[in-house]
């Protein structure tokens, strides 16, 4: 079923708002209160659409790994290689969502490491990262440290950048983390 146009950008306008609250405090220090006066909906029209700040959280989540996924799903599936032009093509569409959804990105930025939302992230790049990956000849659990490897590498070092203000530019970083996965996947083999 579709959503009305209206539920959209009311849901949009909540997400968007607790994201806001979400970059200066910590979720529990958040009222339903604090973001309806934010968002400027009624109480009322925040219960029609959440029962509370935490599945409005968990639908922001959702929204980042439903994006993730496409990105994914966009990215050719050749087992038995990591090549080097499939990377460079994956990084340069997670810049493009980067830029699109800059304050989604901001968001999952501060929730690393301990969050439920970092693992669900690490998750599905590893998952990919092994639909794509396969070395004859070695046992599978090689393929597992791999994917452990470079998904752990890639995501830390999107916060770092994040971190120190993204000193680097988006290309330098893509050529960077591309070599790397390249160089790592070339190391196993």
């Known amino acids: 079923m579709c959503e009305d ?41 925040f219960y029609l659409h959440y029962n509370s700040i935490f599945e409005a959280k968990e639908d922001i989540d959702n929204d980042l790994i439903r994006k993730l996924k496409d990105i994914i799903a966009s990215i050719p599936s050749e087992p038995h290689t990591v090549k080097e032009n499939n990377l460079l093509l994956f990084f340069k569409q997670v810049d493009a969502v980067i830029k699109k959804h800059k304050a989604l990105v901001q968001y999952f930025m501060l929730n690393t490491k301990q969050s439920s939302l970092y693992l669900k992230v690490k998750q599905l790049l590893k998952e990919a990262v092994l639909e794509r990956i396969d070395y004859e000849g070695k046992p599978s659990v090689y393929n597992n440290y791999l994917a452990e490897f470079v998904v752990s590498g890639i995501l830390s070092t999107y916060i770092e950048w994040n971190n ?14 591309t070599k790397l996965c390249s160089s790592a996947a070339e190391l196993v083999q």
């Open 5 to 45: 146009r209206r539920i959209r950008k009311t849901k949009s306008s909540i997400k968007s708002t607790l994201i806001e609250l979400l970059q200066a405090k910590p979720i529990n220090h958040i009222s339903v209160t604090e973001l309806t006066s934010k968002a400027d909906i009624s109480r009322k029209t």
């Open 164 to 177: 120190r203000g993204r000193d680097l530019s988006d290309e330098a970083l893509n050529a960077m983390l």
